[in-house]
């Protein structure tokens, strides 16, 4: 069975820190891997997709960058948060175009 | 660029109401529809998909049906519990790439 792990659970940052979340996926390989951004009580707004090892694309600007260093891995980082950065990430999987995709449990990011 | 319209932001039902959440989309292509299910403080888990003009989508007793003429795939059940209070998404994704979009979400408060 496929686990999707994200770390951490949950963040408080001050603004103009860095930020690195992490999103791990066990159990298939080679999966096409996605960022969501969540407002409080909002939509989701996909970041990045990535297709394969060091290759990520960028879906929309918002001061963040998405790495793939491995298969199964999947960074998010800024080196520099807004205030506006606050909200619940979501790390997610599809086996491929148009698939259905599988989300982990997320990390809630707090930016003071 | 493409687009999912849900119109209702809340809807509070009894339970064994009769629900429904409109979807419209707009979309160059032909794409696949999708509802997603989100519980407080989780990530989104899929109900169904279709990717075909009058495929219908089903589970847990909740079904809709693709309409390419209309250009909608509104959500249904017939009875409603109080474990279906959640907020459901409506999405979509475009044929060949791995862009998704997804409505603003309809919360469902169903009172026992």
């Known amino acids: 069975a496929q686990t999707i792990h994200q770390w951490p659970v949950a963040e408080i940052k001050a603004v103009g820190s860095p930020l690195s979340l992490g999103c791990t996926i066990k159990?298939?390989?080679?999966?096409?891997l996605y960022w969501y951004w969540q407002a409080t009580g909002g939509t989701l707004q996909q970041l990045f997709y990535?297709?394969?090892?060091?290759?990520v694309e960028s879906v929309v600007q918002l001061n963040l960058s998405a790495s793939r260093p491995k298969d199964d891995q999947f960074i998010l980082s800024t080196e520099k948060l807004l205030l506006s950065h606050s909200g619940f990430y979501l790390c997610?999987?599809?086996?491929?175009?148009?698939?259905?995709?599988?989300f982990g449990p997320g990390t809630r990011l707090l930016v003071l | 660029g493409d687009s999912v319209t849900q119109t209702e932001g809340q809807v509070a039902l009894s339970e064994e109401d009769f629900l429904t959440i409109h979807c419209n989309y707009s979309?160059?292509?032909?794409?696949?529809l999708f509802w997603y299910v989100q519980y407080p403080g989780e990530g989104p888990q899929l109900l169904f998909r279709?990717?075909?003009?009058?495929e219908k989508g089903s589970s847990r007793g909740f079904e809709a049906t693709y309409d390419k003429g209309t250009t909608s795939f509104h959500l249904r059940k017939a009875s409603v519990q109080e474990s279906d209070s959640a907020v459901y998404y409506c999405a979509l994704s475009d044929p060949g790439n791995y862009k998704y979009v997804f409505g603003a979400g309809t919360r469902l408060k169903v009172i026992a």
């Open positions: 990535s297709i394969t090892v060091g290759q």
């Open positions: 997610a999987w599809s086996l491929g175009a148009q698939d259905t995709q599988y």
């Open positions: 159990g298939k390989s080679s999966p096409n």
């Open positions: 279709a990717s075909r003009d009058k």
């Open positions: 979309a160059s292509g032909y794409p696949t």
